[in-house]
């Protein structure tokens, strides 16, 4: 079965400084990824998908994501965080029967000033 | 804009009690979902609907159910509310699913809270 794991809650960085958020699957197929952010509150904003082809995805808001499927990684990036990113970051898997789509559990980030 | 609507935005119901939790899409989308979110387990979905009066059930659909009589119109239904069902949740809508490169749309969310 399809699964998504994000090693960190909660990360906390400084208003500024590079962020990387880390999400893991685990999928037997050639995975659709996606990385959605959810500010206090709010629903869902798809950030970036990867489907195929380039293994670097770039997305809104600044962010960039690559694929590495020796790792089973797609870890979400930023080279310099702003006050407005702090929120809740959702990596995501498609499975390929009916659409559906696998969350993670989310990582929390928080900006310092 | 693509506009998922959730006519509640926060419910407070007692046990026992039926709970209907509404959403509209607006762009003419096939596919319609109804996820729960809490701390700690991401979001996981409970039903979704491919068109209409079509459903599945998701990873969690014990003590729901839904109804999708128009195609703009996803329904969650929970016939007899428990306190372990306080949650967020969140109804969703795409044009074709996620593995044919269609975004998902989320609605604001609906505070449900059972006392």
């Known amino acids: 079965a399809q699964s998504v794991t994000q090693p960190d809650i909660h990360i906390t960085v400084s208003e500024g400084a590079s962020l990387e958020l880390r999400c893991n699957y685990s999928y037997g197929a050639t995975p659709y990824l996606f990385w959605y952010v959810q500010s206090p509150g709010q629903g869902l904003q798809l950030l970036l998908k990867y489907f195929s082809g380039d293994t670097l995805v770039q997305g809104i808001k600044g962010f960039e994501a690559e694929f590495k499927r020796s790792q089973s990684s797609f870890n979400l990036r930023k080279p310099s965080v702003h006050w407005s990113d702090a929120a809740e970051y959702f990596c995501?898997?498609?499975?390929?029967?009916?659409?559906?789509?696998?969350f993670g559990p989310g990582t929390s980030l928080s900006v310092i000033p | 804009d693509v506009k998922v609507t959730q006519s509640s935005r926060y419910l407070v119901k007692r046990t026992g009690e039926k709970v209907f939790l509404e959403c509209v899409q607006d762009?003419?989308?096939?596919?319609m979902f109804w996820y729960r979110q809490d701390p700690g387990l991401g979001l996981r979905l409970i039903y979704f609907s491919y068109d209409v009066k079509m459903k599945e059930k998701g990873d969690i659909p014990e003590g729901y159910s839904v109804s999708r009589e128009k195609k703009e119109r996803f329904s969650l239904i929970l016939e007899s509310a428990s306190t372990n069902q306080t949650s967020m949740y969140l109804c969703?809508?795409?044009?074709?699913?996620?593995?044919?490169?269609?975004?998902?749309?989320f609605g604001e969310g609906s505070w449900l809270t059972v006392v």
């Open positions: 995501a898997v498609a499975a390929d029967s009916y659409d559906k789509v696998i």
């Open positions: 762009m003419d989308h096939e596919n």
């Open positions: 969703a809508s795409s044009a074709a699913g996620a593995v044919t490169g269609n975004t998902i749309y």
